[in-house]
């Protein structure tokens, strides 16, 4: 394992220049070349949670204190997990004119969507914390633990990510059905709501929510001011190594295959 | 020259190649059509027992009919696909320059077009800075730079892939029919750029159908016949009326030396 990780790694910068090079192709196609491109995709997670706010306000917001930081806890690491799976998923295939005819690692693709995603999520992090801020939030030194949620939901998304495009060349309909999930996901999220009065078993349905998961640890630790219990931070770290492991050997069993599939 | 190292060894190169119904399927199609028992992946041998070795210098041409397995065979030697059984052995760098114009953006200009091949061809940032402008005035593309790649003709867009590839400095080159491309001079041009890269010491591969250019540049020569391998041989000029003869009675066998009677 450590050496095919130490070979993905040198590898990894050989190809520098190849993955800066897919990076600028994606952002400019994404964002057309528009300064207000990027602006435009920090619009739909303020939109949603101006929404969310206004519908959810009356229902949950009493009992929730800080319930806009709540909201844009939540909305912040669902929209990336949502970004970074729904635009990994068609990394390969739409690449694949690429691979079938020269020999680059086919990972690459799927890291430049993911250092897309992960360049958004830091822009809306940086409007999460001006919105803090405004809510009142106190800034304390747990603030510094996000990047331990960061860290493993990136490895993750990239897991999940590799997991899926690979899924996507084999079956052309999973982009739906994923879209399905994502959609039920964010309702079983408690993007809006908390989960204190469920059941217990039900309770336990949400503690196998890894989105959930990582939701609670940035709750925590910015509404909260604290250290999260060692039991999630392991939580986290299980989930984030399993899917990377996953995607890992999908992609090196696959590796030759995928081009029976384009 | 034949008692210096090998620098491509092909050892019972024997590929399996997979099509069927599972290419752009959806899973529920999937599901539908095992339980119909109306899935079906056929598999057959693309390449048989292939065996052959080149020494640095060599100039290799490679006959057969459509689907003999010459395009399979290439993508075996440039390491895109991997051998069912039998082995490839590469020492040096490989470049394929199959089917140039494609994997091009439509949306991303002439230049970062080309960065980007550059990119896939394994070129530095570096290298592709000091000779972008030797590239585009190769391709007579000065004007256009700027411009999204899908305003070009298709003349135009094979011009800048040839123009790109040509400056790749590898140990064994491939080429897939791609010896000249554009308009009558630029074709001229390609050719002498062709030769310069060929005579600069890389052993080369060249797929044609045009049996005169396999003549006239070749030192050795591949038949390939459905896969398997007629005959790996020394007398370029020998296979070559064979295969011609065998051309004109597409019924009769194909065999080398051919038969007595013919």
């Known amino acids: ?262 | 020259m034949s008692d210096a190292a090998p620098i491509l060894t092909c050892r019972n190169v024997s590929i399996r190649y997979l099509t069927g119904d599972f290419k752009s399927i959806g899973l529920k199609e999937w599901v539908m059509r095992c339980l119909t028992g109306n899935y079906k992946v056929v598999d057959f041998w693309a390449d048989r027992d292939v065996d052959f070795e080149l020494q640095r210098g060599d100039m290799l041409g490679i006959i057969g009919t459509n689907g003999a397995g010459k395009s399979t065979l290439l993508k075996a030697v440039s390491g895109i696909m991997e051998p069912t059984y039998g082995q490839v052995v590469r020492h040096g760098r490989v470049a394929a320059l199959l089917e140039l114009a494609s994997g091009f953006d439509g949306d991303l200009t002439v230049k970062e077009n080309a960065y980007l091949r550059g990119a896939m061809l394994g070129y530095t940032r570096a290298f592709m800075d000091a000779t972008y402008e030797q590239i585009v005035e190769f391709a007579e593309l000065k004007e256009f730079e700027d411009r999204p790649f899908k305003q070009l003709s298709s003349g135009m867009k094979s011009r800048l892939a040839f123009a790109i590839a040509s400056f790749v400095r590898p140990d064994i080159l491939i080429l897939d029919e791609v010896l000249s491309v554009g308009d009558g001079g630029f074709r001229a041009k390609s050719e002498a750029k062709m030769k310069e890269i060929i005579h600069g010491g890389a052993t080369t591969i060249l797929v044609s159908h045009a049996i005169g250019q396999v003549r006239a540049m070749c030192n050795k020569v591949l038949w390939l016949h459905k896969g398997r391998q007629i005959v790996f041989s020394e007398d370029v000029a020998g296979v070559c009326t064979a295969y011609e003869a065998f051309l004109k009675r597409p019924a009769g066998p194909a065999v080398y030396p051919p038969p007595a009677s013919a």
């Open chain 1, 1 to 262: 394992m450590m050496g095919f990780l130490s070979s993905t790694f040198s590898k990894l910068s050989k190809h520098r220049f190849l993955l800066e090079e897919l990076v600028k192709r994606d952002f400019k196609k994404k964002y057309k070349r528009t300064v207000l491109g990027m602006a435009w995709s920090m619009l739909s997670p303020m939109l949603m949670l101006l929404v969310m706010k206004v519908v959810f306000e009356n229902f949950f917001g009493r009992d929730i204190p800080h319930y806009t930081t709540y909201l844009f806890c939540g909305l912040l690491t669902f929209n990336w997990f949502a970004e970074s799976t729904n635009g990994g998923m068609f990394s390969l295939s739409a690449n694949s004119a690429i691979f079938t005819k020269v020999d680059v690692p086919k990972y690459l693709f799927l890291f430049s969507v993911n250092v897309q995603a992960l360049i958004n999520f830091a822009l809306t992090l940086l409007v999460f914390f001006a919105f803090c801020a405004l809510d009142g939030v106190p800034f304390t030194w747990t603030f510094l633990l996000l990047v331990y949620p960061v860290a493993t939901l990136l490895f993750m998304n990239i897991g999940i990510g590799m997991i899926l495009s690979a899924l996507f060349v084999f079956f052309r309909d999973v982009d739906y059905l994923w879209r399905v999930f994502l959609q039920l996901l964010a309702y079983g999220s408690a993007l809006f709501y908390t989960i204190d009065g469920f059941s217990p078993l039900l309770q336990l349905g949400f503690a196998l929510n890894p989105v959930y998961r990582h939701i609670a640890y940035i709750r925590e630790v910015v509404l909260m001011g604290q250290v999260p219990s060692l039991e999630l931070h392991l939580t986290l770290l299980g989930f984030a190594v399993a899917a990377f492991l996953a995607g890992c050997l999908m992609y090196k069993h696959y590796n030759t295959r995928f081009l029976y599939y384009v």
